[in-house]
C-alpha cells in the first residue's frame, strides 16, 4: 500500500491529472492481464479482439498530440499501478 500511496503521490507533482490517470491504469490493467497469462489462463478469441481494440483506441488517443511525459513521474505512477 505504501508504494501505491507514495508512487501515487509524488508521480503527480510532475504529471497532468490524465496522463498519470492513463499510465495508471494501464499498469493496473497489464499487470492483471499479465498475471492471468503467467498463472496458465488464455484468452478467448473475443477477450483478443477486445485487447487489441483497447490497445488500439489508446493508440488512436495518444496520436495526434503525443508528447512523452516527464520520466520521473511517469516510472512512479506504474509503480504505483504495479503495486
Do not use: D, W
Amino acid at each position: 500500500m505504501f508504494s501505491y500511496a507514495a508512487g501515487f503521490s509524488f508521480a503527480y507533482i510532475s504529471l497532468a491529472a490524465s496522463t498519470g490517470a492513463l499510465l495508471l491504469f494501464g499498469a493496473v490493467q497489464a499487470t492483471m492481464i499479465g498475471h492471468g497469462l503467467l498463472s496458465g489462463e488464455r484468452l478467448h478469441k473475443q477477450q483478443l479482439v477486445g485487447l487489441a481494440l483497447a490497445f488500439g483506441g489508446l493508440v488512436g488517443l495518444l496520436l495526434p498530440g503525443l508528447s512523452a511525459p516527464p520520466l520521473v513521474g511517469s516510472v512512479l505512477t506504474l509503480i504505483a499501478g504495479f503495486a
